[in-house]
């Protein structure tokens, strides 16, 4: 390679285009050339270095160096599998310890990790003292081997005293990602020993009380940290977590808001913050909290609360809004979509529920409450052929759905179909659930729709009065059964209740004959 210096030299003292190059000098010029291309794609990041290397390694196909720098770059790319027609590198000849560590990483990569620890342990006895060596290897012990790991990092702590803190700590927290909490409280304690103002080993600490439910004495490592200025939202929280355990509501607002005075987006905070709105009956400012959380954009549940305290707060124009828009926004969510639904047929934009319900169940199948309220809606646009499809799909997957069999007993009734198939239906869904008064009320109607009156009667005025009272639908169930037996004057106060919102009824309290 003396020509090749050679050049270097002559190309330092003047222009090239001065030289009189002969065939070995061009050659070891397109080298330096093309080597240098590499370099500066390497320093700039741009992403063709590694095909800069490529063309390099070309010109000197047997380069150890080149090759190295190309496992090295491929790495760096994170594309390991680059590196694999260059790791042979390690078999050319004697290696240093730079070679043994890229060699080290590359295997850990193929996630080879005997070989990993073979290659950092031979580049340790090169370079004893290494850090960026010694911290490959532990961090590959701290996986595969915490006692190893933990036996080194002693060593370095003897032998630098000045950094004993920072390694005990570290010891800690290899013991505590190997969940052997005894052992990493134990060097926890000797890190806070030595050092009583790093805030570090006491977060240690403290994380090893809340694993091991010692809320206590977790508070107290907290409140030291909080006196030395060392708080932060995550701590914060935890504590504020801690006070909620106990049952302490106001300690625990108290330092949720101071983890959000620390970091207005903090997640734990926004959500128990919400929480604890919510049980005040505070809707507006569980609203805030929700939207200030870090998260909001991409945390679908946190929507859904949203839209559940506008419906509290008797905004259903804005919580159907807000479900729209998260319909957009996390397209292929389920609860997001049956709810969206379900505020759709609230709102009675029955055609738009139901497409929503229909492209629900292409991708669910087998979700029974969406099946069954696209039912609700389908009943609703009066579209019975598909509705008595949907509920046939509903009873063959649960025969005992007694949601479904009441709704398929109550629109045969309605529609005067199939009177008998609805008293089964009927008789059925009541046999299931004998308390529910929606469906005594369709039975009712059935034995109405049947001509059997006094069954109807029977039936409905065994339902307690004041559900009569709140419930417009079975008022005018009853007051009907009563206008066909002739009791004009005792259904006139049942339909007169009913009329304002069930036109039936209104057409039914014309006829009665007027009061004398």
Known sequence: ???????????????????????????????????????????????????????????????????????????????????????????????????WLVYGTYQVKQNNIAEAEKAYEQALALEPDNAAILYQYVLLLSVTNVDKAVEKLLSLAEEYPDLAPDIYTKIGSLYFDARRMDEALSYYNKAVQLAPQDPNPRLGRGEVYEKNSQYFLM???????????????????????????????????????????????????????????EQKGEFSQAIGYLKDSADYGRSASKWLRVSFYQQRLNQPEESLKTLEQAYE??????????????????????????KVFEKLLQSNPTYEDARLQYA???????????????????????????????????????????????????????????????????????????????????????????????????????GAVLYEQGEYEKARPYLEQARETIKEAAKLYKKLPKQK
């Not at 240098?36 to 390099?56: I, M, N």
């Not at 330092?255 to 207005?264: G, R, S, T, V």
């Not at 926004?329 to 029955?350: M, S, T």
């Open 329 to 354: 926004k996390f397209d292929g969510n389920v609860e997001v979509a049956y709810f969206y639904a379900l505020a759709l047929n609230d709102a009675k934009k029955y055609k738009k529920a139901a």
């Open 219 to 277: 508070l107290h490592e907290f409140e030291e940290l909080e006196k030395m200025g060392y708080a932060n939202a995550g701590t914060l929280s935890r504590m504020a977590s801690v006070y909620l355990i106990v049952g302490d509501l106001p300690k625990a607002e108290s330092y949720f808001l101071k983890a959000k005075a620390d970091d207005n987006g903090d997640v734990p905070s926004a959500y128990f913050l919400s929480l604890l709105a």
């Open 1 to 99: 390679m003396k020509n090749f210096l050679a050049v270097l030299l002559c190309l330092a003292a003047g222009p090239v285009f001065a030289l009189s190059l002969n065939a070995q000098s061009k050659q070891e010029a397109r080298l330096f050339n093309q080597f240098l291309k590499a370099v500066y794609a390497q320093r700039s990041g741009d992403p063709k270095a590694f095909a800069e290397l490529e063309k390099t390694l070309q010109l000197i196909p047997d380069s150890k160096y080149l090759k190295r720098l190309l496992v090295s770059q491929a790495l760096a790319d994170g594309a390991p599998q680059k590196a694999a027609p260059y790791a042979d590198f390690i078999e050319q000849g004697e290696n240093s310890a730079g070679d």
């Open 376 to 478: 609700f809606t389908l009943d609703s646009l009066k579209k019975y052929k598909e509705l008595d499809h949907q509920l046939a799909l509903l009873l063959e997957q649960n025969p005992n759905n007694a949601a479904a069999l009441n709704l398929y007993a109550y629109s045969l009734a309605l529609r005067g179909e199939r009177l008998e198939q609805a008293q089964e239906y009927a008789a059925r869904a009541l046999s299931l659930v004998p308390q529910d008064n929606s469906f005594i009320d369709t039975q009712a109607w059935v034995y109405f729709k049947q001509g059997k009156l006094q069954q109807a009667a029977d039936l409905l005025f065994a339902i307690d009065p004041a559900v009569i009272q709140a419930n417009p639908e079975i008022a005018y169930h009853l």
